[in-house]
């Protein structure tokens, strides 16, 4: 017993100064290079996880979150200007580029509400603005410019024009303007259509890690967890998809779990080693005899009961009384009745007669019979 007493003490001293030491070096790492799935670009400084990392990993604006229930947009930005997300397609560390996309896959319904604002936020857009009016026309109008799918129907169409395309000259009457909105273009508007616009491309211009990213084999980042100043340091690989904080909680489980596992094994062998002892022979326990079992009545005292058999008019000892009590069916002509003599209730012979050998009592008064009882040994 003592020895067993040192084996849980030590487990105990393992789980609770060498696990806390392990997630120590866990959270030291936790800044490292992380991803939501294997096709999803890789997300580091300036950018981190919010559902995986503390925010001291990452610049405030640059907060991003997993969208497990979306293969192709897994992570997800969200601008303080913006009442909805963006979903992160591409990140180019070194020239400081991001491309994102719309999760409804319709960036023209954002234009157009008014919903698509980076004010406030690091980024800024790549390209110049340009200012559109969104009409909204009905099939029968002569407009030359390509109707936007996603806004549109078999009974009207929504478009966008650049603005200063609208004058007096042009065929609007058919129109009505839904809003205006600026709209960065990657592209001169005249081979430009809305149902191709999938994305745009930001920039951000602080932090500022250019000089870091060109040198292989090193990241940007804070100094350390209490300081802004920037620095360099060695990448810290993700394994299999996973950050290393994952990879190092997997490890701490996975050895709690192991040093449990050895207790539980000591304990079976202790008890293993408790049960080979001497065994007395069996043969040597005296049994003691089993005691007598007072069952029904014997076949002679249940054939002395008196019976009648029921003619065709159904004449009962009690006209009332035309239901056996044990099997619940009404007595039909020709049938034979038993009486316990006792209390004068009736039943068909066979069932009062099965009855009795297991009961030495009436099914109904529960009144005890006179007659010999059975006895089983």
């Known amino acids: 017993m003592p020895a067993l007493k040192e084996y849980i003490l030590i ?14 070096t866990s959270s030291a790492t936790t800044c490292g290079e992380s991803t939501c799935t ?3 670009p890789q997300i580091r400084f300036p950018f981190w996880l919010k559902n995986l990392q503390p925010s001291t990993c990452g610049y405030e604006g640059f907060g991003l979150t997993c969208n497990p229930g979306h293969r192709w947009q897994s992570i997800l930005i969200t601008v303080p200007s913006s009442s909805r997300h963006f979903a992160i397609q591409e990140i180019d560390y070194l020239n400081q580029n991001v491309w994102i996309s719309d999760p409804n896959n319709c960036f023209p319904r954002r234009f157009m509400d008014n919903d698509f604002s980076f004010d406030g936020s690091p980024f800024s857009y790549v390209h110049a603005l340009e200012r559109f009016t969104f009409l909204n026309c009905s099939y029968q109008a002569e407009v ?10 078999e009974h009207y169409m929504v478009t966008g024009v650049p603005s200063d395309l609208i004058n007096s000259s042009t065929p609007w009457s058919s129109c009505s303007v839904i ?20 994305g745009f491309e930001l920039e951000w211009y602080v932090p500022n890690c250019r000089f870091c990213e060109a040198i ?9 967890n209490t300081s802004s100043k920037l620095g360099c340091s060695n990448a810290i690989n993700s394994t299999n998809g996973l950050s290393k904080t994952v990879m190092y909680g997997k490890i701490c489980i996975g050895i709690t779990g192991l040093f449990f596992l050895v207790i539980v094994i000591m304990l079976r062998l202790r008890a293993c080693g408790r049960v080979n002892r001497p ?3 069996l043969s040597a326990i005296p049994h003691p005899q089993p005691s007598a079992v007072i069952m029904g009545l014997d076949d002679p005292t249940i054939d002395s009961y008196p019976k009648t058999q029921l003619g065709e008019s159904l004449e009962l000892p009690k006209p009332n009384d035309n239901t056996c009590s044990i099997c619940l069916g009404n007595y039909q002509p020709r049938e034979t009745l038993r009486t316990i003599p006792e209390c004068n209730h009736y039943f068909h012979a066979n069932c009062i007669d099965e009855w009795l050998r297991r009961n030495a009592t009436c099914p109904i008064c529960r009144k005890s019979s006179e007659g010999n009882k059975g006895i089983e040994a």
Not at 144 to 153: D, G, H, K, M, V
Not at 180 to 196: C, G, H, I, R, T
Not at 216 to 224: A, E, I, L, T
């Open 144 to 153: 030359s410019y390509p109707p936007i799918s996603c806004l549109s129907n």
């Open 38 to 40: 294997s096709t999803s």
């Open 279 to 281: 065994i007395i022979e």
């Open 11 to 24: 487990s105990f001293l393992l789980f609770f100064f060498f696990i806390p030491h392990l997630a120590a």
């Open 179 to 198: 809003s205006e909105a600026w709209v960065p273009l990657s592209e001169p508007f005249e081979s430009f259509e809305w149902d191709y616009l999938n």
């Open 216 to 224: 292989p084999g090193k990241v940007c980042g804070f100094d350390n």
